[in-house]
């Protein structure tokens, strides 16, 4: 493996806020990188989040703080890549950790690999139930692997796990924008979009995360908004593949999920917005009784 100086990592941390108050330890986590050497942070949030930052950013001399008024992800996170000053550009998210070692970790995989974003592994951490492991992979992920994740069974696990805030690449990629329309999966749109315009995506075994997972929030992002514009932008990557999505993948974090009035609410948005066939409506039946057997527990 190619030796690489510390010193020759100049990195672009980009972080889109909306004031979760885990950020203080999140820049804490940045800085204990002992292999973080020249770098910047810049944070992107709205008026509100970014003065709840005011007191954490005096002892941090590397901060950017660019104000985002619109609450949606994907344009904050735009915004700070085309705003990000350094040869190398890391994104994470508010609400995890950055684990020592990381910026080493992915920049060395990122040199010698430059026309690929590299993702680390993870330290996977369920907020329901506090229980923890690990999610190490070492692979090349190609297109189909990706488009196949949204047709997947939903009785099976996804197999791949690329958190957006757990990647590394070069700023002279021409990366695709993430999809502004998009409130919710924006991340896994945009590695496909990525894999689409021919850059690679390979994971490494390093674990240089630490990630929260929770299915409430996720289920607080679904809305039937969001699954019409993924709909229509899976249709166009590949015929019926949003038919498979909406059928087979759009309601099961919603079933797995302790909410049954938001279950019952956007399985009901689908079936007035969708044309389903009979075994799509025997599957949406399935899925009705795991959701109520859980809310047993």
Request: aromatic share 10%.
């Amino acid at each position: 493996m190619e030796q690489v100086s510390i010193t020759d990592l100049g990195l672009s941390i980009v972080i889109p806020t909306t004031g979760n108050e885990n950020l203080s330890l999140l820049l804490k986590s940045i800085h204990a990188d002992t292999s973080l050497a020249n770098h910047e942070v810049i944070i992107v949030g709205s008026t509100n989040a970014l003065n709840t930052i005011q007191n954490i950013c005096p002892e941090y001399g590397c901060i950017n703080k660019i104000e985002q008024n619109i609450p949606n992800v994907s344009v904050s996170r735009n915004l700070g890549i085309s705003q990000a000053k350094l040869k190398y550009i890391s994104l994470i998210d508010d609400d995890d950790l950055w684990l020592d070692k990381r910026a080493e970790e992915l920049l060395k995989a990122v040199r010698i690999n430059p026309s690929y974003i590299v993702f680390g592994s993870a330290l996977f951490i369920d907020e329901r139930t506090n229980k923890a492991f690990y999610k190490i992979y070492e692979q090349e992920v190609n297109r189909t692997d990706v488009l196949n994740q949204f047709s997947r069974p939903f009785f099976l696990k996804q197999k791949l796990f690329l958190q957006v805030g757990n990647c590394a690449f070069s700023r002279e990629l021409q990366v695709p924008k993430f999809r502004e329309e998009l409130h919710y999966l924006e991340d896994q749109i945009w590695i496909l979009d990525v894999l689409s315009v021919g850059i690679g995506i390979k994971q490494v075994r390093s674990v240089t995360l630490n990630y929260k997972f929770s299915r409430q929030r996720s289920s607080r992002r679904w809305s039937v908004i969001n699954e019409k514009n993924i709909y229509k932008i899976l249709n166009q990557k590949v015929p019926t593949l949003g038919n498979k999505y909406i059928s087979h993948t759009s309601l099961k974090s919603l079933a797995i999920s302790s909410d049954r009035k938001r279950f019952i609410s956007a399985k009901k948005n689908l079936l007035d917005n969708f044309d389903f066939r009979l075994v799509d409506k025997l599957r949406f039946l399935v899925l009705s009784i795991v959701n109520f057997m859980l809310n047993l527990k």
